[in-house]
């Protein structure tokens, strides 16, 4: 019984050669994929290609270049995230704004795409907003602050208790019963 599956694959690999080798003859042989790299060839040259260093508008290539690739976000030099809150929408055939205030300051008007102290107003919705910040890309809503302020404001009711474990936080559930809170 296992004589005749070792038959057929003793048979097989020559036979799939030969059949390969008179296929590659029939399609032109070695001259067939040199002649079809040519005509290829001859026929791109007539090709414009648009230049790789073509400025797109809006884009300040020195100022993208001039930017950290990454925001070092804690420790010695960090960089804070603003606080971003949304006042106020407008949106007219013309212009789509939103009315935003920075780290406080008094709300100032915002057309996507324009960026001021750091933040860029990439989205105005119905109701909130994209923007994108030294540090990530936020979406604020109509009347609340960004997240980084949020989180920064409530430390959880764990942590505004006191309560929890030398870090901070609570405890395992598998601490002894003398140890938990």
């Given at each position: 019984?296992l004589d005749?599956?070792?038959?057929?694959?003793?048979?097989?690999?020559?036979?799939?050669?030969?059949?390969?080798?008179?296929?590659?003859?029939?399609?032109?042989?070695?001259?067939?994929?040199?002649?079809?790299?040519?005509?290829?060839?001859?026929?791109?040259?007539?090709?414009?290609?648009?230049?790789?260093?073509?400025?797109?508008?809006?884009?300040?290539?020195?100022?993208?270049?001039?930017?950290?690739?990454?925001?070092?976000?804690?420790?010695?030099?960090?960089?804070?995230?603003?606080?971003?809150?949304?006042?106020?929408?407008?949106?007219?055939?013309?212009?789509?704004?939103?009315?935003?205030?920075?780290?406080?300051?008094?709300?100032?008007?915002?057309?996507?795409?324009?960026?001021?102290?750091?933040?860029?107003?990439?989205?105005?919705?119905?109701?909130?907003?994209?923007v994108d910040?030294?540090?990530?890309?936020?979406?604020?809503?109509?009347?609340?602050?960004?997240?980084?302020?949020?989180?920064?404001?409530?430390?959880?009711?764990?942590?505004?208790?006191?309560?929890?474990?030398?870090?901070?936080?609570?405890?395992?559930?598998?601490?002894?019963?003398?140890?938990?809170?």
């Amino acid at each position: 019984m296992l004589d005749r599956p070792l038959a057929l694959t003793l048979i097989a690999a020559p036979s799939g050669l030969i059949l390969g080798a008179i296929a590659w003859i029939v399609a032109g042989g070695a001259g067939f994929a040199d002649a079809a790299l040519t005509d290829v060839s001859a026929r791109s040259e007539g090709f414009r290609v648009a230049s790789a260093r073509a400025a797109t508008p809006g884009v300040d290539l020195t100022r993208a270049m001039n930017a950290p690739l990454f925001s070092l976000t804690n420790g010695k030099g960090a960089i804070a995230e603003p606080t971003v809150r949304l006042t106020g929408l407008a949106r007219s055939p013309r212009r789509v704004a939103a009315l935003i205030s920075i780290n406080d300051a008094p709300p100032a008007w915002l057309a996507e795409g324009e960026t001021r102290d750091g933040v860029t107003l990439l989205d105005v919705g119905s109701g909130q907003v994209t923007v994108d910040t030294t540090v990530a890309v936020r979406e604020v809503r109509l009347g609340e602050a960004s997240l980084a302020q949020a989180a920064a404001a409530d430390p959880g009711p764990a942590l505004a208790a006191g309560g929890g474990g030398p870090r901070g936080g609570l405890e395992p559930a598998s601490a002894p019963a003398s140890v938990r809170p």
